[in-house]
T-cell receptor
Framework: QQQVKQSPQSLIVQKGGISIINCAYE??????FPWYQQFPGKGPALLIA?????SEKKEGRFTISFNKSAKQFSLHIMDSQPGDSATYFC?????????????FGKGTKLSVIP | EPEVTQTPSHQVTQMGQEVILRCVPI?????FYWYRQILGQKVEFLVS????????KSEIFDDQFSVERPDGSNFTLKIRSTKLEDSAMYFC??????????FGQGTRLTVV
């Protein structure tokens, strides 16, 4: 019940295209859903996050769509650039108990080709 | 910019040896977490440490692991007797203003 399932495992997108990564969760107590971007040899860096009281959040070219009833959320990268090539992790957290235990998906390796 | 710095960046150790990984906050954080990432796999929570006590730990964080704040500034993760399967990237992280976590650059531990 603590799992976060992420797909696809890898993704190749043409420059300028839209990258879409999907995640699904089971634990309805999760109340915070961040996305992290990780470059090789670096730590995960927070990209964008959403709480379940909104259905969409946009920051620049990055958008999270959230479907509470389906227990799914997705990351959309518009106008994908080669510099976006990285591994993306979705994560979930139940913050109500003062917890900081993030549960991560398995990651999606995005390659944006020119 | 990461809010923590980790040392060493890479450590190679023999199986059965003890290792200590260090994390130094840029500002005065009381709350720390440790995560690990086995090569090519997902990031996994190990432990959270608040005000000199463990507040949460996962099943991975068994008796071989311990955390400390030995001198009031840096935080350490100790693995008493390393196993081959302990080879991974180890990240410390601090909380942000809301609920987000800021990760350090990580320490790559290689057990041979």
């Amino acid at each position: 019940q603590q799992q976060v399932k992420q797909s696809p495992q890898s993704l190749i997108v043409q420059k300028g295209g839209i990258s879409i990564i999907n995640c699904a969760y089971e634990n309805t107590a999760f109340d915070y859903f961040p996305w992290y971007q990780q470059f090789p040899g670096k730590g995960p860096a927070l990209l964008i996050a959403i709480r379940p009281d909104v259905s969409e959040k946009k920051e620049g070219r990055f958008t999270i769509s959230f479907n509470k009833s389906a227990k799914q959320f997705s990351l959309h990268i518009m106008d994908s650039q080669p510099g976006d090539s990285a591994t993306y992790f979705c994560a979930a957290l139940y913050s109500g108990a003062g917890s900081y235990q993030l549960t991560f998906g398995k990651g999606t390796k995005l390659s944006v080709i020119p | 910019e990461p809010e923590v710095t980790q040392t060493p960046s890479h450590q190679v150790t023999q199986m059965g040896q003890e290792v200590i990984l260090r994390c130094v906050p840029i500002s005065n954080h009381l709350y720390f977490y440790w995560y690990r990432q086995i090569l090519g796999q997902k990031v996994e929570f190990l432990v959270s440490f608040y005000n000199n006590e463990i507040s949460e730990k996962s099943e991975i964080f068994d008796d071989q692991f311990s955390v400390e704040r030995p001198d009031g500034s840096n935080f350490t993760l100790k693995i008493r007797s390393t196993k081959l399967e302990d080879s991974a990237m180890y990240f410390c992280a601090t909380p942000g203003r809301v609920t987000e976590a800021f990760f350090g650059q990580g320490t790559r531990l290689t057990v041979v």
